[in-house]
């Protein structure tokens, strides 16, 4: 795990301010956290290039692109060597409808996120990956509503 960059009041109302929007314009996120645009640009620059912001992306609506169903998958390892999971983390990485993967403490060794259009594209992905590498349990939970989501961290941003 690697050590967290010290980030004070100004850089955490810019961090926010691009998570809840990565299109704002330079000159409204200097206006907001109390900058001019150069010191502000400089901020985001370092934050960048520390690796506290990682990617500027769009967000797009799952169901309107046709991925309708939401299923988070469990997985139970045969084995937790490094062969098995170097391979385990190729097959996943070979199959887009994984939007997230996570190697779990509990019940499962391994949660995926998947999204998928239909029951049909999920039994072609489960077929996919169970074919890819040896798996011990697949147990498969269906999303019904997704109540609420956000890819934006709770920054504190009032000074402490």
């Not at 499962?108 to 998947?114: A, C, E, N, P």
């Not at 011990?136 to 989501?149: D, G, I, P």
Request: with cysteine.
């Amino acid at each position: 795990m690697s050590s967290s960059p010290t980030l004070d009041l100004i850089d955490r109302k810019i961090i926010a301010a691009l998570m809840e929007d990565a299109t704002t314009p330079i000159a409204q996120i200097a206006d907001k956290v109390g900058l001019s645009q150069t010191p502000c640009w400089k901020r985001i620059q370092k934050l960048e290039s520390t690796g506290v912001l990682t990617r500027r992306v769009a967000l797009a609506d799952p169901g309107l692109l046709g991925f309708g169903l939401t299923v988070f998958v469990g997985i139970e390892a045969p084995d937790h060597g490094s062969t098995w999971r170097e391979a385990f983390a190729r097959a996943i990485s070979r199959l887009p409808e994984v939007m997230e993967a996570w190697r779990m403490a509990g019940d499962v060794d391994y949660l995926l996120r998947v999204a998928v259009p239909d029951m049909a594209a999920y039994d072609a992905f489960y077929r996919a990956l169970t074919d890819a590498v040896p798996i011990k349990n697949v147990t498969s939970q269906f999303a019904m509503e997704r109540l609420r989501y956000t890819t934006a961290y709770p920054v504190n941003t009032r000074d402490r």
